[in-house]
């Protein structure tokens, strides 16, 4: 179908003008129009000047929202993982060496044990207790946990104690419920650190030092070494501890030089840790470095590439 046109048909070319148009003494249209019209100036008309595109302020503005947004779903994301998943911590004392050296960055599994107010930044969490706990830890398992005597520094030791053992250090020697748990000298650890593996005093650094070292297996089969080189030393040699309900006994590795569950709380120690102060499991070391962090130029010499993407025993 044609489209009809709806603009008024233009008057024949050559009409004369209308009589009203002569009887009033007016101009013909054709003629005002060219009597209006501005004479030539003798040079061509200037271009318009085109508008000025909008200003780039909007774009700008949307921009740093986007960024702003960006940011702030990186870190909602972040919040999640380190809360609910996994939470990196990094080794600054000796007293689990060999299995943890000073420099090891790991992750702790914080759903590992379920979770509690610790399992949130500062401890601000909206639980009471423990929740979604599973079976808890087992012994041999290493934790991190909030230290009882002031809820807020972390610690990290290898579980030796479940809710109602009896535990019990004679010699060096270790009993679980008046058993003596199965302790094998090994080939000594030779370590060249700057310190003494056992008091932690100043040492000779790139000196080798050997300590005696020893491979112990609890009843449940777990098996890690230790370090030991004064059986003489009090925390070797302690009273009978009975674990109370909902708390667990932990001792570290090197057990000549380690704050644990040896001492008491009152005394300055860790004592019996609560079940609500467990922050998670360490799994697995995902760098190593023997030296300060900060100085990267070292790096070649200092990463401990045999240590890394290593899991925890």
Same mark, same amino acid.
């Given at each position: 179908?044609?489209?009809?046109?709806?603009?008024?048909?233009?008057?024949?070319?050559?009409?004369?003008?209308?009589? &009203?148009?002569?009887?009033?003494?007016?101009?013909?249209?054709?003629?005002?129009?060219? &009597?209006?019209?501005?004479?030539?100036?003798?040079?061509?008309?200037?271009?318009?000047?085109?508008?000025?595109?909008?200003?780039?302020?909007?774009?700008?503005?949307?921009?740093?929202?986007?960024?702003?947004?960006?940011?702030?779903?990186?870190?909602?994301?972040?919040?999640?993982?380190?809360?609910?998943?996994?939470?990196?911590? #990094?080794?600054?004392? =000796?007293?689990?060496?060999?299995?943890?050296?000073?420099?090891? @960055?790991?992750?702790?599994?914080?759903?590992?044990?379920?979770?509690?107010?610790?399992?949130?930044?500062?401890?601000?969490?909206?639980?009471?207790?423990?929740?979604?706990?599973?079976?808890?830890?087992?012994?041999?398992?290493?934790?991190?946990?909030?230290?009882?005597?002031?809820?807020?520094?972390?610690?990290?030791?290898?579980?030796?104690?479940?809710?109602?053992?009896?535990?019990?250090?004679?010699?060096?020697?270790?009993?679980?419920?008046?058993?003596?748990?199965?302790?094998?000298?090994?080939?000594? @650890?030779?370590?060249?650190?700057?310190?003494?593996?056992?008091? #932690?005093?100043?040492?000779?650094?790139?000196?080798?030092?050997?300590?005696?070292?020893?491979? &112990?297996?609890?009843?449940?089969?777990?098996?890690? @070494?230790?370090?030991?080189? #004064?059986?003489?030393?009090?925390?070797? #040699?302690?009273?009978?501890?009975?674990?109370?309900? =909902?708390? @667990?006994?932990?001792?570290?590795?090197?057990?000549?030089?380690?704050?644990?569950?040896?001492?008491?709380?009152?005394?300055?120690?860790?004592?019996?840790?609560?079940?609500?102060?467990?922050?998670?499991?360490? &799994?697995?070391?995902?760098?190593?470095?023997?030296?300060?962090?900060?100085?990267?130029?070292?790096?070649?010499?200092?990463?401990?590439?045999?240590?890394?993407?290593?899991?925890?025993?």
């Amino acid at each position: 179908m044609d489209e009809i046109d709806e603009q008024p048909a233009p008057a024949p070319a050559g009409d004369p003008p209308s009589a &009203e148009f002569l009887a009033a003494g007016a101009t013909p249209p054709e003629r005002k129009a060219e &009597e209006n019209a501005a004479p030539p100036t003798g040079s061509a008309p200037k271009p318009a000047t085109p508008p000025a595109p909008p200003g780039k302020k909007p774009a700008e503005h949307e921009s740093i929202i986007e960024t702003v947004k960006t940011v702030v779903y990186a870190l909602l994301i972040a919040l999640v993982i380190r809360t609910f998943l996994f939470q990196p911590f #990094n080794i600054p004392s =000796g007293s689990m060496e060999q299995t943890l050296l000073v420099g090891d @960055y790991l992750f702790v599994a914080k759903f590992a044990y379920g979770y509690s107010r610790y399992s949130f930044p500062w401890g601000m969490g909206p639980i009471s207790g423990r929740i979604w706990q599973g079976k808890g830890p087992t012994r041999g398992d290493v934790i991190v946990f909030k230290l009882p005597r002031d809820n807020s520094t972390d610690y990290i030791k290898r579980v030796i104690g479940l809710p109602g053992d009896r535990i019990q250090v004679i010699n060096g020697q270790l009993y679980i419920n008046g058993t003596a748990v199965k302790r094998v000298p090994v080939a000594p @650890y030779v370590t060249t650190d700057a310190y003494k593996p056992c008091t #932690n005093e100043p040492g000779s650094e790139g000196v080798p030092q050997i300590v005696p070292r020893y491979r &112990e297996t609890l009843p449940n089969g777990r098996s890690y @070494y230790t370090l030991a080189c #004064n059986s003489q030393l009090p925390q070797n #040699n302690t009273q009978v501890y009975v674990v109370p309900s =909902g708390h @667990y006994f932990m001792m570290g590795d090197n057990r000549d030089n380690s704050e644990d569950s040896r001492f008491a709380m009152e005394e300055g120690g860790v004592g019996y840790v609560p079940a609500a102060n467990l922050v998670g499991k360490a &799994e697995f070391i995902f760098f190593s470095n023997d030296g300060p962090l900060w100085e990267f130029w070292t790096w070649p010499w200092t990463v401990r590439f045999s240590r890394m993407f290593t899991s925890i025993d």
